[in-house]
């Protein structure tokens, strides 16, 4: 290596300068256009981050497939078992009467909606996949109403950047970004295949966001937080999934 | 006795400077990224299909749905009937971040060596066959050779022979991008963007059945792949790779002398 010419010192010198100096203008940019994910840190930080980068960048209005009715799931595998709490029992004794959806945070008009409520607004269906991090999948038709129609009647302040919403299992809660909270198939599900969300389905309610895995879609959901900071949940890191060692962003 | 010894250094012709390195600086660089990000990808690839050993055709399965085939192992969810009286504890957590991690090293270092390989030759030059090794008395001579597993000559430590382009070609051109492929056809996300990406392949299930395919093909090249390096002799083939310097044990003496 002794035979290294000046110009080609100084032609490396150069380069890695303005590599260092790209990454470091790189990380910025995306830090101010939302593009770096809750749990970007830790040896998975840059897999991550290139995954819901590129992801936000190429997918930020695409829409996720949507299917014929003939392709619903004959059998739409209801692989949930109710929530054992007493809180869900005694709201499901009253036939959900009672089920209230509190959605505060960055909003002008925190508000608590009923179910009654919820299919009060004009209601809109979509047929989409459920694809589970394992691998199994299967098609429904999914009725609800659109996220942002609940957040444009509570009126989202302009800093926010996430919505973090829980599920009424305790330490089961999730987040997404304004992209997809606003995004028109995220849905706050109250029906399946043209009748009630079954409990093994997730109801109630079900936040359904069909662009991403399935533990996403967060079931038996009681409340929605909008927030600019999502450092002040649990850990820290976005929702309880990368608690337990799986990904926020979950895209792919 | 080692090689070396056998051969004086009186007969050694070409002087140091004059030797070519066997494999580029980048060609084995991106040979041992490469290396490294598949052996993590096979692993977590193999826990993620633990957690649902089971495959389908067309857009959708579950446990529901009659599989096209299943693996006769147990799995690490309980929502699984394998028959076996146990569940394997979850990886799919880890599996996911370091799959997915590996997969944008591998690409990235993909694209350079492909992008790289176009600009100096080295696809023309060192995996391009010769037009007359392509006729059928030759591949069929390099076959039989192959099966009986004779140590191939001292000229092919310098150059790939015809069936190894041909593996070398068809891994990088064809099992790699398939691979990359159908790893983002499973993506709801990818999809959503390019729609066309997963239908093609004739929808989500297909997708993942076949990236379990391709990747077995991958992991056949790998065993075959290290077995040849064992039978053409080890340490010669280990070493061109690694620093560069042929493996021969003419040129492993220049490097001693160097």
């Not at chain 1, 359904?208 to 909008?226: A, E, I, M, N, W």
């Not at chain 2, 696809?123 to 392509?134: I, N």
Request: hydrophobic letters at 45%.
């Amino acid at each position: 290596m002794k035979n290294i010419s000046r110009r080609k010192l100084i032609l490396g010198g150069l380069a890695a300068t303005a590599g260092v100096s790209g990454l470091g203008m790189a990380a910025r940019i995306a830090q101010k256009y939302g593009l770096i994910p809750p749990d970007c840190g830790g040896i998975y930080g840059l897999g991550e981050t290139l995954t819901y980068a590129s992801q936000r960048l190429l997918t930020r209005h695409s829409l996720a497939r949507e299917f014929p009715r003939s392709m619903i799931s004959k059998r739409p595998l209801a692989n949930e078992i109710a929530p054992s709490n007493e809180a869900f029992k005694s709201l499901e004794a009253g036939g959900f009467a009672d089920w209230r959806l509190t959605v505060d945070g960055l909003v002008d008009r925190p508000a608590a909606f009923s179910l009654a409520q919820l299919k009060s607004y004009p209601s809109r269906s979509q047929i989409t996949m459920v694809q589970c991090e394992e691998g199994w999948s299967y098609i429904a038709e999914w009725i609800g109403v659109p996220l942002s129609h609940v957040l444009d009647l509570v009126g989202v302040h302009p800093q926010a950047t996430h919505v973090v919403y829980f599920s009424i299992e305790p330490d089961w809660w999730e987040s997404i970004d304004m992209a997809d909270a606003l995004h028109p198939q995220t849905f706050v599900t109250y029906g399946m295949n043209g009748d009630e969300l079954p409990v093994g389905n997730g109801g109630p309610l079900r936040l359904r966001v069909p662009r991403q895995l399935g533990y996403k879609s967060v079931k038996f959901v009681t409340h929605l937080t909008v927030t600019d900071d999502l450092k002040k949940f649990g850990k820290g890191l976005g929702s309880a999934e990368p608690e337990g060692g799986y990904a926020w962003y979950a895209g792919i | 006795m080692p090689l070396g010894a056998a051969v004086p250094n009186a007969t050694l012709d070409v002087p140091a400077a004059a030797l070519p390195a066997r494999h580029a600086a980048l060609v084995r660089v991106t040979h041992w990224i490469t290396t490294l990000c598949f052996l993590a990808l096979l692993v977590s690839g193999a826990e993620i299909v633990i957690s649902h050993p089971r495959f389908y055709w067309g857009e959708t399965g579950n446990v529901l749905t009659t599989p096209l085939f299943k693996l006769p192992i147990p799995s690490s969810r309980a929502l699984v009937p394998t028959g076996y009286g146990y569940v394997l504890p979850d990886q799919n957590g880890w599996s996911r971040y370091l799959h997915f991690q590996a997969a944008w090293v591998v690409v990235l270092t993909g694209l350079l060596y492909a992008i790289s390989g176009s600009f100096t030759g080295h696809f023309r030059k060192s995996l391009l066959p010769r037009r007359a090794d392509l006729s059928w008395r030759a591949l069929s001579t390099s076959m039989a050779s192959h099966l009986r597993f004779e140590r191939p000559s001292e000229a092919e430590a310098w150059s790939y022979n015809v069936l190894q382009r041909l593996s070398y070609l068809f891994v990088i051109f064809v099992l790699f991008p398939l691979v990359i492929w159908t790893g983002l056809a499973m993506s709801p996300s990818f999809v959503s963007a390019f729609p066309a990406s997963v239908t093609v392949l004739g929808g989500q299930q297909s997708a993942r059945t076949i990236h379990f395919f391709v990747s077995l093909a991958l992991l056949l090249f790998l065993v075959v792949h290290v077995v040849m390096i064992c039978v053409a002799g080890f340490r010669s083939r280990m070493r061109p790779m690694i620093t560069g310097r042929g493996g021969t044990h003419r040129a492993g003496t220049q490097m001693e002398r160097t």
